[in-house]
Structure formats: structure tokens, C-alpha cells
């Protein structure tokens, strides 16, 4: 094909891509993560300068360590500001270049055109990839994939002539694809892989002998290898995944992004990981009823854990032992549950179970196995395979053109987001009580206040009706103190911050010495994820005094005058006042909370102030 034509099959591809994808620009922000990531980021929000984009160097965004994906929101805020419809546009436009990058790596490794073009088009308009678009909060996907396949791209270069600096390109390309998410740990395994089909660097024989490359491929020059010499030329970016992977797993682990091992123990994490490899496969060749939140079941499925891993294994040899003959087999299917292992859930992050996000990468190594099976089979009886194959592909991509569109709708605001979690979800307690919570704070947030109340009620398991309840009983009895702390402690639960403070404030004009009402304003003003809820100096304020009429030394009164002091950028007064709390909390033989005193004594030490979530 000349390049002209080929050119204008780009256009199309991008053409077709930004069609299908082109309502997202009206969507508003979703409340799950955007808040975290961009409109409530104290930093990001003020919009890109040299020191917020120093701040991400050195400090996590959103639990992660991604300096890349933060600049990337630091300059969305310096051209469209808090407008949600140019970050849409710029996660579109990324996933754009991604699908053109994904026929032009894929022909420049193979040499087959117009299947690349197909693994593209499929890539493109495939309904799983409407989360990582649509979602303001995974420009994480979208980024990394684009320094995912600029890696490869490098790589191919570097194997038609090795240098240094071609090298260093590599290295480069996958610092920037780690710090835009840190998924793409496993992909110098990757690389493994390209090594052996399509570049054909595995040495066959005891001269290390260059096995075939595919008709049409690049020559190469570098030297062939057995796979372990191909994995161990590998070592500078596998040094570079292991501080990354260590960095990442430190921010998170005291950030709090892990769960509890408890509740989820290694058994359930390992029976959902081997099940969640065919869950993922089901809903890539069959995306019905997609969900923006998949929970964890209640009971674990160890017996079909046990099946699915044998399963997986049977395939992984049979995949194998095709490798000779059909080398794209073993390349898709490895690719696939090599990518995936990091968001399987081994190790858990977040409280879901799947999610569609994930197969943004490893769903590639699949559409690369069936469309070589595919052209492989058309190859054999051409004359009515090719306009069989032809109008079948046409048919696939409509469908999920459309089902794509649809699936969009979901993600439109944070009312339709959750709704579509009620929809899906069943019965499941859990995604349940997300659900109401996103509608609730949704519907808050546009001063629907009546409607947000009953989801929010749902939410806590609450009676609908219940805040209405508290507040009749205040009309009748406005100095009753224990249902007026019922009530602001309900409001503060349901996010309603400052409603809760208020509540909190009327006690404490009631009864100005109340302790509770005292710290739990003290906590708030000083912890609080979001900067607009929090005042360090009028919670040092109340936690001193607090601490000063308390008739004795109290554990959870210093734990928050540290949090306190923390805030007001007073941290030898807070690393004081936290060893005091965990001392105090030790005498008590109350262990989970020295630990957890412990653990925020340890901010405190470093120089950081504690802010969590509520």
C-alpha cells in the first residue's frame, strides 16, 4: 500500500475513533477520583506552575506515584481551567493517538498492515475502553499506554541497530509510562516477548541461531539470545521498575490505599486474581452489562478458582506448544496475563474487584492472537474467506460502535454513574452504599439537598427520613446535646462537612466545654482530604483547649492536637503531642489505636501533615 493510501486509512481510523467516543465532550466530572485528582487538588486546581509540577516529583497524586499524569492535569487547568469539558478532550485526543500508535507499532514490528490496522480498530471502539476515556481521573491509562507503545517503538528501533542512545530512549520512554501509572511494571516481560515473535531474537540452536521473523518485519541487528540472555540484557529497566515498584508501594501503603489483609485475605485476593482472568476475557468478547464498579462477592469461590487456574494453565501449554507454528498465539496470550498481573488484585488496592480500566492494555495481546488466528484462516481458503472476513469485522466494529455509545451514557455525571452501579450491582451491600453515597454527593453538590438526604441515608443504612426525624426532635427539644451530636455526626458521614461542623458549632454554644464537639471539629479542620474543610489554626485552636479542660490526659484528644499542630506547620509540637497519644493509647491497652497513632506519628516525623478521607 503506498503511503498516501495509508496515510488516509489513518484518518479514517482517527476519524472513526473520535466519532464514536465524541459525546464524552459534554460530560460533566465524575465525583469518584476527579475531586482527588484535579477541581479539589489544592495544587493541581491553582493550575500547571514550576512548583506544582515539582511538588508531583516528590509527593503522590491520588495515592501514586505519577508525576507524569499529574503535569498532565496541572496543564489541562492552565488551558481550560476547571471546565471538564477540555479534560475530556484531552483524554480523547490521547486515546486518538493511542489507536493510530497501535497500527503503526504493530506494522513497524510485523510487517502486516492491514491486521494491525484491525487490532487497532477493534483496540479503538471497544466498550471497555469507555472508563479509562471517559474518566477524567484515568488519564493514567491513556497516558501510559502512549509511553507503553512508544517503549515498543523504541525497542524496534534499537533492535534494527543497537546504541546507546537508542537504548537510552527505551529507558526513558518507560520512566515516563511508569510515572503516568505505575501498571506497566511487567512490560521489559514484554519486551521479552517481541523478542522471540516479531523480531525472532531467540536463539534456536547452540550457534544461537536468529529463529525466522515474519514476512514483511524489520531486520534487526542485535544478537540473539536464549530467553533468559534476553531478560537479563533487560537489567537497567528492571532496576528502574524495582525503585518504582518500591516507591509506589510505600506511598500507598501509608497512604492508606491498602486494604484491610484482614478482610481481604491472601486466599480471597488469589481465588479472585485466577477467576478474574476469565472474568476479564468474558466481558472483552462479550461487554454486556459493564458497570463502573465491580464488588467483591460476598463468599469466595475457591472451587472455581481451583478450575479456572488449571484452565489457564492448560492454554498457557497448548499456547506453547503452538508456539513453532503459530508464534502470535503464545505472544497474545502471554502479553495478556503478563500485563494484567498487576491490576489482578494479588495485591489489592481500592475496594473493587475488576475493573473495565484494566484491560486498557492487556485486551491488546488478545485482539493480537484472534486477528493473526484470523487472517491465518482467511490465508488458507481465501476466495470466500476474505469477503466473509470483510463483512465480518464491518458488523464487529459496528456493534461495538454502538454498544460504546451506549455504554458513555453511564458515564455522563455522577448521578448516571451511580445509578448505573444500583443497576448493575444487584444486591451486593457494598456497591450499594458507594452508589448512594456518589448519587448523594452528586445531588449536594447541585443544592438538591432533600434528594441527596435519602441516598445518603441509604447510604448508612439509615431509615429514609431519618435526618428529618433528628431535626423534628430538635424542634421540639433545641438543648437535647446527644441528638444534636446524632445529627451532625449523620451529616459529617454523609460528607456533609460543614452542615456537620454547624451542628457540631450549636452544641458547643450550648455547652462550650463539650470534649467531643471540641475534637471531633478539631479532626475535621485539621485532617480533611479536601483543603476547603480544613484550618489549621482553628483547629489548633480547639485541640489545645480541649486538652487543657479534658479532667485527664486523653489518647484521642493529642492524637488530634497532633493532627493539629501537623496543619498549623507546627511538627516538633505534633511529633510531642502524637507520642504522647500513642503512649497514652499504650497505657490504655487500647493496640489498634496506638497503632494507628503510630502510624500518623510517623507524618508527623517526616515533616508531613495527616489528611484522610471521611
Known amino acids: 500500500m503506498t503511503g498516501r493510501r495509508r496515510y488516509v486509512v489513518y484518518a479514517v481510523l482517527a476519524a472513526l475513533t473520535f466519532a464514536v467516543f465524541a459525546g464524552v465532550l459534554g460530560h460533566d466530572w465524575i465525583q469518584v477520583d476527579d475531586s482527588v485528582y484535579v477541581y479539589d487538588n489544592p495544587v493541581v ?78 483496540f479503538a471502539v471497544h466498550p471497555l475502553r469507555v472508563e479509562s476515556v471517559a474518566w477524567i481521573a484515568e488519564r493514567k491509562d491513556v497516558l501510559s499506554l502512549l509511553f507503553f507503545l512508544l517503549t515498543l517503538l523504541a525497542y524496534a528501533r534499537w533492535a534494527e541497530r543497537p546504541r546507546p542512545r537508542r537504548y537510552l530512549l527505551v529507558f526513558t520512554a518507560l520512566l515516563l509510562g511508569l510515572w503516568s501509572k505505575p501498571m506497566l511494571i511487567t512490560l521489559p516481560f514484554v519486551l521479552v516477548l517481541v523478542d522471540v515473535w516479531p523480531l525472532g531474537r531467540l536463539a534456536t540452536g547452540r550457534k544461537a541461531a536468529r529463529s525466522a521473523p515474519p514476512a514483511g518485519a ?40 491498602l486494604p484491610d489483609a484482614e478482610v481481604f485475605t491472601f486466599g480471597r485476593r488469589l481465588a479472585n486474581a485466577l477467576i478474574g482472568y476469565w472474568r476479564y476475557i468474558a466481558m472483552i468478547f462479550w461487554p454486556y452489562r459493564l458497570s ?44 495478556y496475563l503478563g500485563t494484567l498481573l498487576p491490576a489482578i ?129 430538635l424542634t421540639l427539644s433545641p438543648d437535647d446535646l446527644e441528638t444534636r451530636r446524632e445529627l451532625a455526626a449523620t451529616l459529617t458521614r454523609e460528607s456533609r462537612v460543614e452542615d456537620g461542623v454547624e451542628e457540631y458549632r450549636g452544641i458547643l454554644s450550648r455547652s462550650p466545654d463539650d470534649l467531643d464537639a471540641l475534637n471531633n471539629i478539631a479532626w475535621i479542620r485539621a485532617t480533611h ?24 490526659p486523653l489518647a484521642v484528644l493529642y492524637s488530634t492536637l497532633a493532627a493539629a499542630s501537623a496543619e498549623a506547620g507546627k511538627f516538633p509540637e505534633a511529633v510531642e503531642a502524637g507520642r504522647r497519644a500513642v503512649a497514652l493509647a499504650g497505657a490504655a491497652r487500647q493496640a489498634a489505636e496506638a497503632e494507628r497513632y503510630a502510624q500518623q506519628l510517623r507524618e508527623y516525623e517526616a515533616g508531613r501533615p495527616f489528611h484522610h478521607g471521611y
Not at 82 to 110: C, E, F, S, W
Not at 529 to 545: I, N, S, T, V
Request: charged letters at 15%; a positive charge.
Open 345 to 473: 488484585g494479588l495485591i489489592q488496592t481500592g475496594m473493587h474487584a475488576y475493573a473495565d480500566r484494566f484491560t486498557y492494555i492487556p485486551g491488546l495481546g488478545l485482539a493480537i492472537a484472534v486477528v493473526w488466528g484470523g487472517a491465518e484462516a482467511v490465508a488458507a481458503r481465501p476466495r470466500p474467506g476474505r469477503p466473509l472476513a470483510l463483512a465480518l469485522t464491518g458488523l464487529i466494529l459496528a456493534t461495538l460502535s454502538v454498544m460504546t455509545v451506549h455504554q458513555l451514557g453511564y458515564w455522563r455525571n455522577s448521578v448516571t454513574h451511580g445509578e448505573r452501579v444500583l443497576e448493575v450491582s444487584g444486591d451486593n451491600p457494598l456497591a450499594r452504599r458507594l452508589a448512594h453515597q456518589w448519587i448523594g454527593r452528586a445531588l449536594y453538590s447541585q443544592g438538591r439537598r432533600q434528594e441527596a438526604a435519602v441516598h445518603f441515608e441509604k447510604e448508612l443504612g439509615l431509615a429514609v427520613g431519618y435526618e428529618d426525624s433528628l431535626r423534628g426532635l
Open 529 to 552: 482530604e479536601f483543603a476547603r474543610h480544613r484550618d489549621g489554626a482553628e483547629a489548633l485552636r480547639l485541640a489545645l483547649y480541649a486538652c487543657e479542660i479534658s479532667p485527664e
Open 45 to 122: 486546581s491553582r493550575g500547571l506552575t514550576a512548583g506544582g509540577a515539582l511538588h508531583f516529583l516528590f509527593h503522590n497524586h491520588g495515592l501514586n506515584w505519577v508525576p507524569v499524569t499529574a503535569f498532565s492535569h496541572l496543564l489541562d487547568v492552565r488551558l481550560y481551567g476547571l471546565d471538564p469539558r477540555g479534560h475530556h478532550a484531552t483524554n480523547l485526543l490521547l486515546h486518538v493517538v493511542n489507536t493510530l500508535l497501535v497500527a503503526i507499532v504493530l506494522r513497524r514490528l510485523t510487517g502486516a498492515w492491514w491486521r494491525s490496522v484491525v487490532v487497532a480498530a477493534v
Open 218 to 257: 524489520r531486520p534487526v541487528t542485535a544478537p540473539a539470545r536464549p530467553w533468559w540472555g534476553l531478560l537479563a540484557e533487560k537489567w537497567a529497566l528492571l532496576i528502574l521498575i524495582a525503585v518504582v515498584t518500591a516507591v509506589t508501594y510505600n506511598i500507598q501503603s501509608h497512604a492508606g490505599a
Open 292 to 335: 463502573p464498579f465491580y464488588p467483591h462477592e460476598v463468599d469466595v469461590n475457591f472451587v472455581g478458582a481451583i478450575v479456572a487456574a488449571a484452565v489457564l494453565l492448560a492454554v498457557t501449554l497448548v499456547t506453547l506448544g503452538q508456539a513453532r507454528r503459530r508464534p502470535y498465539l503464545a505472544f497474545g496470550w502471554l502479553w
